[in-house]
């Protein structure tokens, strides 16, 4: 398709994200009319070629396809809600991160209102988007994640369709950055605990980025014992694990830095421990992790 025949499309919220996915249906041609709830986001696009309309609902009426992506859910209810009759009988993309049981609630309510809806979650920062190191995850009817891949290509020339279930890209989004955030607040527990001990965050770095090199290995690792329900603990026991934690919460105390989540993981692994798997791999964590049913 050459960039004069490329479909109109709308961006709905004009945060870091937004505006990097409006930049990227302009780079790709395609005719982009944007809305904003404050309106002078929408400045630079503008210069850029960009429509700007006055309300969401305008906005909406652009074209056959709207992206939204804004902070969370409540603000994307808010958006539809007043654009719901301008929306009905055309396809809305949300991109906007949030629980696995909001994005099925909002694909009930577009449901009810004769939308057609196609939920994602970004994986990436602002900077990929529209390049190769793009990573856009789509669950909802594979019917509309076909007819509208040419344009969401624009985004993420490689996206990914993960199912039916509306609510499936959002559930792999929160485990994705339950592990990224994990790792972010133990990467600055690390540096903390390092300057305490007169090491700088500088020197600790390139140790750090090995420790970070051990991870992918594990994730492999780790998802094949607990996809097999077998843990052998061969190279690493759990109770070896817990010696392991202790002392880094000994020497957190020791010099006055919060030990809050790493005495959580203490408890997890002890569990696993007192359930009678302390030969087994730590992997063995993830079933202990599970501390109650939820209720329905
Ligand atoms: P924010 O999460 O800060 O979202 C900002 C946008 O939300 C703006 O358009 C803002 O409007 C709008 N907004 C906030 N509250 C309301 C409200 N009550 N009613 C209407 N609009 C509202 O910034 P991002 O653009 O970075 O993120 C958007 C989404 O993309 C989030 O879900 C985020 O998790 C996800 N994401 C972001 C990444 C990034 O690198 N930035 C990476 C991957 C995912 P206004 O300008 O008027 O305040």
């Given at each position: 398709?050459?960039?004069?025949?490329?479909?109109?499309?709308?961006?709905?919220?004009?945060?870091?994200?937004?505006?990097?996915?409006?930049?990227?249906?302009?780079?790709?041609?395609?005719?982009?009319?944007?809305w904003?709830?404050?309106?002078?986001?929408?400045?630079?696009?503008?210069?850029?070629?960009?429509?700007?309309?006055?309300?969401?609902?305008?906005?909406?009426?652009?074209?056959?396809?709207?992206?939204?992506?804004v902070?969370?859910a409540?603000?994307?209810?808010?958006?539809?809600?007043?654009?719901?009759d301008?929306?009905?009988?055309?396809?809305?993309?949300?991109?906007?991160?949030?629980?696995?049981?909001?994005?099925?609630?909002?694909?009930?309510?577009?449901?009810?209102?004769?939308?057609?809806?196609?939920?994602?979650?970004?994986?990436?920062?602002?900077?990929?988007?529209?390049?190769?190191?793009?990573?856009?995850?789509?669950?909802?009817?594979?019917?509309?994640?076909?007819?509208?891949?040419?344009?969401?290509?624009?985004?993420?020339?490689?996206?990914?369709?993960?199912?039916a279930?509306?609510?499936?890209?959002?559930?792999?989004?929160?485990?994705?950055?339950?592990?990224?955030?994990?790792?972010?607040?133990?990467?600055?527990?690390?540096y903390?605990?390092?300057?305490?001990?007169n090491?700088?965050?500088?020197?600790?770095?390139?140790?750090?980025?090995?420790?970070?090199?051990?991870?992918?290995?594990?994730?492999?690792?780790?998802?094949?014992?607990?996809?097999?329900?077998?843990?052998?603990?061969?190279?690493?026991?759990?109770?070896?694990?817990?010696?392991?934690?202790?002392?880094?919460?000994?020497?957190?105390?020791?010099?006055?830095?919060?030990?809050?989540?790493?005495?959580?993981?203490?408890?997890?692994?002890?569990?696993?421990?007192?359930?009678?798997?302390?030969?087994?791999?730590?992997?063995?964590?993830?079933?202990?992790l599970?501390?109650?049913?939820?209720?329905?």
């Open positions: 398709m050459s960039a004069a025949n490329r479909t109109p499309v709308t961006v709905l919220g004009l945060g870091p994200m937004g505006q990097a996915l409006a930049r990227a249906f302009l780079a790709a041609g395609h005719p982009t009319t944007v904003n709830r404050t309106a002078s986001k929408a400045d630079r696009l503008v210069a850029d070629g960009a429509i700007l309309a006055p309300t969401a609902a305008d906005a909406a009426l652009a074209g056959d396809l709207a992206v939204i992506c902070i969370d409540g603000a994307v209810r808010s958006i539809v809600e007043q654009a719901a301008a929306l009905r009988g055309r396809t809305l993309v949300n991109l906007t991160a949030d629980t696995p049981e909001r994005a099925r609630e909002l694909a009930a309510w577009a449901g009810e209102h004769g939308i057609d809806y196609l939920p994602g979650a970004i994986m990436t920062p602002t900077s990929s988007i529209g390049n190769e190191a793009a990573s856009i995850l789509y669950s909802g009817p594979e019917e509309l994640f076909r007819r509208h891949r040419p344009a969401l290509a624009a985004l993420d020339a490689s996206a990914t369709y993960l199912g279930d509306p609510g499936r890209a959002a559930a792999h989004e929160v485990a994705l950055l339950d592990l990224f955030w994990s790792s972010v607040s133990g990467l600055m527990h690390a903390a605990l390092a300057r305490a001990e090491i700088t965050a500088g020197e600790l770095a390139p140790f750090a980025k090995g420790i970070g090199d051990l991870i992918p290995i594990m994730i492999d690792e780790f998802a094949s014992h607990i996809d097999s329900g077998e843990y052998p603990g061969d190279e690493s026991t759990t109770v070896s694990t817990l010696a392991g934690v202790e002392h880094v919460i000994e020497a957190s105390e020791a010099r006055g830095i919060d030990t809050a989540a790493l005495t959580a993981i203490r408890a997890s692994v002890q569990r696993v421990i007192d359930s009678g798997h302390g030969e087994d791999s730590i992997a063995r964590l993830s079933d202990a599970r501390v109650a049913v939820p209720a329905g």
